[in-house]
């Protein structure tokens, strides 16, 4: 999926993760990288805890 497509997933996903719950984004959209993070932020209530890159995929999580 390229960029919103990510970002508009995690929008949708994230009302169905229980408070304390993670939700994981896999990604190998570069602008991913990028837009969690603002996103988490810009909502409250929210913290981004890592970026990782796939060695095998080059995904993003």
Known sequence: MSCPGP???A???ITEVPIGGILEVLSSD????RDLP???RKMGG???LARLRSQVTGEYS
Not at 30 to 33: E, F, H, L, M
């Open 7 to 9: 970002l508009l997933a």
């Open 11 to 13: 929008k949708q996903a």
């Open 30 to 33: 570069p602008g991913t990288k």
């Open 38 to 40: 603002l996103w988490a």
């Open 46 to 48: 929210h913290v981004y």
